[in-house]
């Protein structure tokens, strides 16, 4: 009993509008597509919501406050390495990532071909073992933002537990 209340649950969500002239990242995979996600980093709207995943279940608030928009320094910033920081804060805070899930919701283009790319790069940015990060991708059936293709969003939970 007393192992289960070391026990963090933290759950994060990201939405990117997409743009002209914009790659498509996505788990830190270069998605090939007709237009790409709007952001100040890589706008990778996966790994955005891990992480605040992440950061919600040691209570450290979110990727917005620790690595702000308004900071030249994460300009198309790879959000892997971002994602890599938060799990290295999580861990210095004293709590050990034990499992992560997600979904991507995205009308197009179909992501399924690079779902397991996603779940080794999100993976290794975190230094869990990839059977402890899922990736999932689901349509909107054509409704919403997602569904009418102004955008992509995402969300996350993880599992996290204190080890101090
Ligand atoms: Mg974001």
New binding site residues.
């Given amino acids: 009993m007393e192992d289960f209340r070391r026990l963090r649950i933290g759950q994060g969500m990201?939405v990117?509008a997409f743009a002209e002239g914009r790659r498509l990242v996505l788990g830190g995979v270069d998605v090939p597509h007709t237009r790409g996600l709007l952001?100040h980093?890589d706008?990778d709207?996966l790994a955005?919501a891990v992480a605040d995943a992440l950061l919600g279940a040691v209570r450290g608030g979110d990727?917005g406050k620790l690595f702000p928009d308004t900071d030249p320094a994460f300009k198309d910033a790879d959000s892997l390495v971002l994602l890599e920081k938060v799990a290295q804060f999580v861990r210095d805070e004293g709590y050990e990532i034990l499992d992560v899930d997600s979904v991507i919701a995205a009308q197009a283009p179909k992501l399924s071909p690079y779902r397991d790319q996603m779940r080794e790069n999100l993976a290794r940015a975190m230094g869990v073992a990839v059977e402890n990060v899922g990736v999932k991708a689901t349509t909107t059936e054509h409704l919403g933002f997602e569904g009418r293709e102004e955008g992509i969003s995402a969300t996350a939970t993880c599992l996290c537990a204190r080890c101090r």
């Fill in positions: 990201d990117h952001g980093s706008a709207v955005h990727i």
